[in-house]
């Protein structure tokens, strides 16, 4: 069974950092693409990043460009993303999810991805 468990979320303020991981069980990150969603109150959930190993491919939405970077550790088969630079804009619930398909594209659409996460609150105080 594939599971996703997301932590590292938490209270930050404006130009901080903070690192969430994303911990695989049930398959290998390295066979399937990880994306990196977020959600904040009111809006649509959106891409934020997305990496497959087995393709070569990394994505980042462009208002995170410079300022997040997406990484995996495959001997403990997790994903991470550092975000540096936060600012109140970055709120919001933070999921991975994954997918065997080729999915990691431009649009890190929400919709292609199969498997998911509970999420982790990020909040960002001005």
């Known amino acids: 069974e594939v599971q996703l468990v997301e932590s590292g979320g938490g209270l930050v303020q404006t130009g901080g950092s903070l690192r969430v991981s994303c911990a695989a069980s049930?398959?290998?990150?390295?066979?399937?693409?990880i994306g990196w969603f977020r959600q904040a109150p009111g809006k649509e959930r959106e891409g934020v990043a997305c990496i497959s190993s087995s393709h070569g491919r990394l994505y980042y939405k462009e208002s995170v460009k410079g300022r997040f970077a997406i990484s995996s550790d495959n001997a403990k088969n997790t994903v991470y993303l550092q975000m540096n630079n936060l600012k109140p804009e970055d709120t919001a619930v933070y999921y991975c999810a994954a997918d065997r398909g080729d999915v990691c594209t431009s649009w890190i659409a929400p919709i292609d991805f199969n498997s998911w996460g509970q999420g982790t609150q990020v909040f960002v105080s001005s």
């Open positions: 049930g398959f290998t990150i390295d066979n399937y693409v």
